[in-house]
């Protein structure tokens, strides 16, 4: 059994910044892909970043240049680090990860972002 636990989510105004951070814990042999959605009230989830095992990154085009995406594989542990958020960066934020060849997901974190 494979668990994602999240951290780092809150209130900060517009401008300011958040790192979220997502642990793994279980029986884990080989964590792949890790990344970050989102979803917003009344929308459905989005992928804002994704990581690779070797670093490799993609991130949405609205976050590109403000969201920073990054991992410790030796912690099993994925981060992101936010800045310039935005009020449309509103949203519970939902870490994810391929580990094991099964995907996992965790329990969200909300971020609240204030004009």
């Known amino acids: 059994q494979v668990q994602l636990v999240e951290s780092g989510g809150g209130l900060v105004q517009a401008g300011g910044s958040l790192r979220l951070s997502c642990a793994a814990s279980g029986t884990i042999f080989r964590i792949n892909v890790m990344g970050w959605y989102r979803q917003a009230p009344g929308k459905q989830r989005e992928l804002v970043a994704t990581?690779?095992?070797?670093?490799?990154?993609n991130y949405r085009d609205s976050v590109k240049g403000r969201f920073t995406i990054s991992r410790d594989n030796a912690k099993n542990t994925v981060y992101m680090q936010m800045n310039s958020l935005k009020s449309e960066d509103t949203a519970v934020y939902y870490c994810?990860?391929?580990?094991?060849?099964?995907?996992?997901w965790g329990q969200g974190t909300q971020v609240t972002v204030s004009s």
């Open positions: 990581i690779t095992r070797g670093g490799l990154t």
């Open positions: 994810y990860a391929f580990v094991n060849g099964m995907e996992y």
